[in-house]
Structures are given as C-alpha cells and as structure tokens.
C-alpha cells in the first residue's frame, strides 16, 4: 500500500512520485491509500503479508522515508521474494520502519 495523499507523493516531499507509483505498479501489487497518518514520515509504504503468512502470524510493515529509487529497489525486491513472513527483510530497509500509527480507542 502506498501513501499518496496531503504530504505522501506531493511537492512537500522530493522526489518523483509518479515514477515511483509507476515502477511499483509494474513490479508488484500496490493500492494507493489516501492519507495514513504518519505525514512525517512521508512517504509512507506498508508491505502487506500474503494471506498465509498473515495465518502464520506476519503482520504488515511499515515504512516511512522511502524517498529514492534505491529503496524503492529495496522495497519491490522483499516483495518479490515473499515478503513479510516468507522472506528475511534485507537489512537496509530497516533503516526506513516506523510504527504504525494508533488508532483511538473505540471506547
């Protein structure tokens, strides 16, 4: 899931969005999200498990700061591999995790 809302994917941030979209999109599965509440750390990716590695317990990961075509690489590489839960993060892509933002309570 890629962030491309108020700051994801705009002026406020460097870079050439729309080639990024554009490379992800023809490499592996990517929905575009609206805002996803962690702007400062725009922009924002979030590597979804396969659905059997979610079973087994993968959660998503979130990354924030993914800025260049390198970590972009990075990024479509893990993915391609399996990603979270079937496949080792590389290293560098530790560099860009952040936490999921908290959602407030329901009470």
Excluded: F
Aim: with cysteine.
């Amino acid at each position: 899931m890629v962030c491309r809302d108020c700051c994801c994917g705009t002026v406020k941030v460097p870079g050439d969005h729309a080639a990024q979209s554009a490379r992800l999109r023809a490499t592996v599965p990517v929905r575009i999200s609206e805002c996803l509440d962690v702007c400062e750390q725009a922009n924002v990716i979030v590597v979804q498990p396969s659905a059997a590695a979610r079973r087994a317990g993968a959660r998503p990961v979130w990354l924030g700061l993914v800025n260049d075509t390198d970590a972009t690489e990075d990024v479509i590489t893990w993915v391609r591999a399996g990603g979270p839960g079937a496949a080792p993060m590389p290293e560098i892509l530790d560099l860009y995790v952040i936490a999921a933002p908290r959602r407030p309570d329901a009470s």
